[in-house]
């Protein structure tokens, strides 16, 4: 098939290559790369394939001897050393490249950031560096040698040597390409040390340019909070002298897991209080965490391709999610990562994107680095960690550990190890791995002579490629409450593994409200008959704060879509509400997450799904009108809790101060739909940190307001493009609709604005994306103008301009003439000459 690579296609590389050895002349223009590979042939016969793009192949050879072009074969993928012309022994392969990093826009492979050199080479990019097999299966010991006047020369693992102009690096761990990195430029270090459990003295720096170094402080200790908790939690210790995290202004990603170097766009590094949100304080800790965490899941064993590639971030998100409940609050980390995997990853399921953890084809990798590998794989580690209970499931992983450290695994060797540790049969299970598209669970329930009976069906409809769905093995937690609110059935993992199951509780004295699906124990959408009566009960009344706050949403969403469909709102979701509000005992985080109304695109989603037309305008308006109401009803409560919920005194990003400040936030979005923005505008006046700052100038530009504040803001700021990128991001994403097309444009022509850096480009037109009614709109502007930002970033960049287009997944839910833009947009793109194979396969899948 044409540039399809297949899961069934896997053949092991038939050479070893115990050492690699990497010298390189850093120039922009010129950079000399010189390899030597030290070779075993394990299968007699075989070719020898070396990846190899963009690549000015200087000189080769084999034992010393120089190749001459009959020799060999190059095309524009990479090198071929033909059998006959192998020895049949150990031999050694030298190359010598030229590369051009300052050219290098794509910012795969060595290229430049603001006059340093940096690399990724996740999950291909290696080829770009050198000649290799540029493949997670092979691994060998690296070494590496930097030439360069810069003053910090850095690559993997231990340094081993340095003199003016070199430094000479040794990684005594053997690993694939993709992690290889090498950083050469003028840096400052935060410094600090870990002492490991076992008393290995770790030293720790972080990064960054001169001028930032005041920025660092919390990563350095997201660092080591991070170490002490993998040795608690798993058991595991790091294994170098050395780690080094750098943080670079143009990424395509968050960041990278390069063994003891990891490498960070600096959104998720820099932190202050002055430029830094409590979200992005407790981003910064949760990814610093997951990149540290992938030094056992994802090096010490790592990919035996890239289909398994959810076996490492899929359980590393899981891990980096349960280090930030045990650091932070549990309940309401939770909360959070639930609505966000429903946002992207059950978005994602339902429409033409939609894949398994585990897919079985490609075209481009870089498509598949997305929230079903990394989400909802999350989802099924943590499915398989409440099958098996705490103590089963760290069992697994420490046999996990034993078992294949030092290898390159799969999706089959992992089950495989529960299965081991347990004694139980995963085979029905491993469809979570397999098969895309998210199960729908209908449960009803009837009760009589002390008995309640749940009846549970389950039905996964289909999605692109895969219509049959058979059931599916699901931990479905269950507790039952007493109507005056006692817990009488504390929770219980219900197992489900046919298309239709029951299930008995006895002995209960009165009739009790089930809480269902607690702690959110499948990633699954559960439909279930209930009263808003029921709802505001469980709202109030159920011991699990997942399904506390579920309550609320679900009437929430309800009353919204009623709403949306021109009907009135439901009273019984007003006065839940107001009860909340005035919950002084109850957590300010989890009240903040509970004020917070569905966004539109899960308005327009839950409506979609229900066989509705979503119309963005009346969705806006609704909710609007929602927000007013709760304002009107509840104002005086809101500014009550608006003033005290103050905080005084040096700022923290710890979760206690943070919940305050956004349940003050949360209260503020409600009042200032009534207040013409005066309290808005005076938080921003006096506002002493950005969360607050930020927060304040958000809910201006949502009311069509602010254009003072957004002035002042961005003269305060011009010189730090990481909190300009939040002042872009405010505009494209809540500028009300019937501007945002044309203030996006306006802010995207701007001269400052410099879109071919990753993160400037997606605070601008990522903001616009989540702008559901801009974006929408009924005329076509916004997927017109959205199609001549990817097409512009394309040439340059085609994996971020590839990741973009995802904006465009949920096109089939809108009424015929959206559809009709939408179309004519990616059809616009889909026939520009010499479009990436990155940005070609996506608007294929995405019109197809
Ligand atoms: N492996 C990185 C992570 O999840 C993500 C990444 C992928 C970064 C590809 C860059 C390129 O931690
Ligand atoms: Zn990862």
């Known amino acids: 098939m044409d540039g399809v690579t297949l899961l069934s296609d896997y053949k092991p590389y038939p050479f070893e290559i115990a050492s690699v050895s990497l010298i390189f002349r850093l120039d922009p223009a010129a950079t000399r790369v010189l390899a030597t590979l030290d070779v075993t042939p394990r299968q007699p016969g075989a070719d020898m394939v070396l990846q190899g793009e963009d690549l000015t192949l200087i000189s080769l050879s084999l034992d010393g001897r120089t190749l001459a072009p009959g020799d060999y074969l190059l095309d524009e993928t990479g090198l071929t050393l033909p059998a006959a012309g192998l020895p049949a022994g150990p031999f050694r392969l030298q190359t010598e490249v030229e590369i051009a990093p300052a050219a ?35 691994m060998s010991r690296f070494h590496v040698r930097i030439e360069s006047d810069l003053p910090v ?43 490991t459990r076992s008393g290995r003295k770790v030293d720790l720096n972080i990064w960054v340019r001169p001028g930032d170094e005041d920025r660092c402080d919390f990563a350095l200790g997201a660092l080591a909070r991070s170490m002490t908790w993998d040795e608690e939690a798993y058991g595991r210790e790091y294994d170098l002298d050395l780690f080094n995290i750098v943080a670079v202004d143009d990424f395509n990603m968050g960041a990278m897991e390069n063994k003891g170097l990891n490498i960070f766009n600096s959104k998720l590094v820099l932190a202050s209080p002055e430029t830094a949100t409590d979200t992005d304080y407790e981003r910064i800790e949760a990814v610093i965490a997951h990149e540290y965490f992938h030094n056992w899941t994802g090096n010490r064993i790592t990919c035996r391709d890239w289909f398994q590639l959810c076996l490492k971030e899929g359980l590393t998100v899981y891990r980096d999610q349960s280090f930030t409940r045990d650091v932070r609050l549990g309940g309401l980390k939770r909360i959070e990562d639930v609505a966000a995997l429903r946002a992207r990853q059950f978005r994602e399921d339902a429409g033409p994107l939609a894949h398994p953890p585990r897919p079985d084809r490609y075209k481009e990798i870089n498509n598949f680095y997305t929230a079903t590998v990394y989400e909802k794989g999350a989802e099924v580690v943590g499915m398989l960690a409440t099958l098996l209970g705490p ?3 760290r069992a697994a992983l420490d046999l996990y550990f034993d078992r294949h450290d030092g290898q390159a695994c799969t999706i089959e060797d992992w089950i495989k190890v529960f299965e081991d540790a347990s004694g139980r049969d995963l085979s029905q299970f491993k469809l979570w791995y397999t098969q895309a598209g998210t199960p729908k669970l209908t449960v009803s ?16 409809p289909p999605t692109p490629g895969e219509t049959e769905k058979p059931p599916r093995h699901i931990p479905l937690a269950v507790g039952l409450l007493s109507p005056n609110g006692d817990e009488v059935v504390p929770t219980v993992v219900l197992e489900l593994t046919e298309t239709r199951q029951s299930f008995r509780f006895e002995g209960l004295s ?23 009566a029921e709802q505001a009960f469980l709202l109030a009344h159920d011991t699990d704060p997942f399904n506390r706050w579920e309550a609320g949403r679900t009437l929430a969403r309800q009353t919204l879509m009623a709403m949306a469909r021109g009907e009135g ?14 919950d002084d005992e109850a957590d300010p985080g989890f009240r903040a997450a509970c004020l917070r109304l569905p966004g539109e695109d899960e308005i327009a989603a839950a409506l979609f799904a229900r066989g509705d037309t979503p119309d963005p305008e009346a969705i806006r308006v609704a909710r609007r009108k929602l927000m007013k109401m709760l304002a009107t009803r509840h104002g005086a409560a809101l500014s009550r809790v608006y003033d005290s919920c103050a905080v005084a005194g040096p700022y923290s990003p710890d979760a206690g101060p943070a919940g305050r400040r956004a349940l003050r936030l949360a209260t503020l979005a409600l009042l200032t739909t009534e207040d013409g923005g005066a309290r808005a505008a005076a938080l921003f006046a006096e506002a002493t940190n950005m969360t607050e700052s930020i927060g304040a100038l958000n809910l201006l530009v949502a009311e069509g307001k602010g254009q003072g504040q957004l002035a002042g803001f961005a003269a305060r700021w011009a010189a730090d493009p990481l909190v300009m990128d939040k002042w872009r991001m405010a505009q494209g994403a809540l500028t009300p609709p019937e501007d945002a097309a044309e203030t996006v444009a306006r802010l995207a022509a701007a001269p400052e604005f410099d879109w071919k850096n990753p993160n400037r480009f997606r605070s601008l037109l990522g903001g616009f994306a989540a702008n559901h009614a801009g974006f929408h709109r009924a005329d076509g502007a916004g997927y017109a103008l959205y199609a001549d930002w990817l097409l512009r970033l394309d040439p340059l960049n085609p994996q971020t301009a590839a990741r973009m287009s995802t904006a465009f997944e949920t096109w089939r839910r809108y009424d ?9 947009a990616l059809a616009r793109i889909a026939a520009t000459p010499g479009l990436s194979r990155d940005l070609g396969e996506m608007v294929g899948r995405l019109a197809g």
């Open 153 to 195: 020369l850095l690559s993997n693992g231990n340094p081993v040597g340095q003199g003016p102009g070199w430094a000479e690096w040794d990684d005594p761990w053997p690993k694939p390409a993709y992690l290889f990195a090498l950083v050469a430029g003028d840096l400052r270090a935060t410094s600090g040390s870990f002492t």
């Open 816 to 824: 015929a003439p959206r559809q009709a833009h939408a179309k004519a």
């Open 569 to 582: 709102a439901q009273l019984d979701y007003l006065d839940a509400v107001g009860r909340l509000i005035a």
């Open 391 to 393: 103590e089963g499931y």
């Open 445 to 460: 329930e009837t009760y009589a002579a002390g008995t309640l009976t749940l009846d549970v069906m389950q039905m996964t």
């Open 104 to 138: 290098n826009t794509a910012l795969e492979g060595l290229y430049m950031s603001n006059g340093m050199y940096c690399t990724q080479c996740e999950a291909e990019g290696f080829r770009h560096i050198t000649f290799y097999p540029d493949r997670p299966d092979v």
């Open 510 to 532: 009165a009739r009790p409200v089930p809480s269902i699906l607690r702690g959110f124990s499948a990633p699954v959408i559960l439909e279930r008959a209930t009263t808003p």
